[in-house]
């Protein structure tokens, strides 16, 4: 299961690879100008927000870490969002292999905010930050089509 969740994975990692180079032939400006129909966030933030949400939940949350969220404005570009998915990808090998002979057990995490624990399996919060980064994904690409772009095709299967 391992070797099929990493592949899975690097699937991510080539579709995120296509969306990063699409953002760094944007104007620099326009990368990072807040949307209104999007919460005012920008394309960075919720590319930032995208990594952060695997940060919380595979890291602080399964793996019971504590580590300090990125925050959107130290990261100034395309090429420092890549970094920051660089970083993300490395706690992604660690949740793998941590929870390699697991992934159908469901475990009880402690989420913060919240006061009971919640029943999930590692296979299930790996399957949520996957979904959640396309969803942001779709939202990225919108949001550069609203400024003028033409998005291109960031799907795991591209034609």
């Known amino acids: 299961m391992n070797q099929l969740l990493t592949a899975q ?4 990692r080539s579709a995120r690879e296509v969306l990063l180079d699409y ?3 944007l104007a620099p400006a326009d990368f ?3 949307i209104p129909g999007f919460n005012h966030s920008s394309m960075r933030d919720l590319l930032v927000h995208a990594a952060a949400t695997y940060q919380h939940w595979l890291v602080n949350v ?5 580590r300090p969220y990125p925050n959107a404005a130290a990261v100034p570009h395309v090429a420092a969002v890549g970094q920051l998915f660089a ?3 490395e706690l992604v090998a660690d949740y793998l292999e941590h929870f390699r002979d697991q992934w159908q057990t469901e475990l009880s995490w402690r989420v913060p905010r919240r006061a009971e624990p919640v029943l999930l399996t590692p296979l299930a919060l790996f399957t949520h930050v996957l979904t959640h980064e396309f969803h942001h994904k779709g ?3 919108s949001m550069s089509r609203q400024l003028g772009y033409t998005p291109v095709d960031t799907d795991v ?3």
């Open 9 to 12: 994975y690097a699937l991510v």
């Open 23 to 25: 953002c760094a032939t």
């Open 32 to 34: 990072t100008m807040p």
């Open 62 to 66: 399964a793996l019971g870490q504590s």
């Open 87 to 89: 970083q993300t990808d």
């Open 139 to 141: 939202q990225v690409l």
């Open 157 to 159: 299967v591209r034609t």
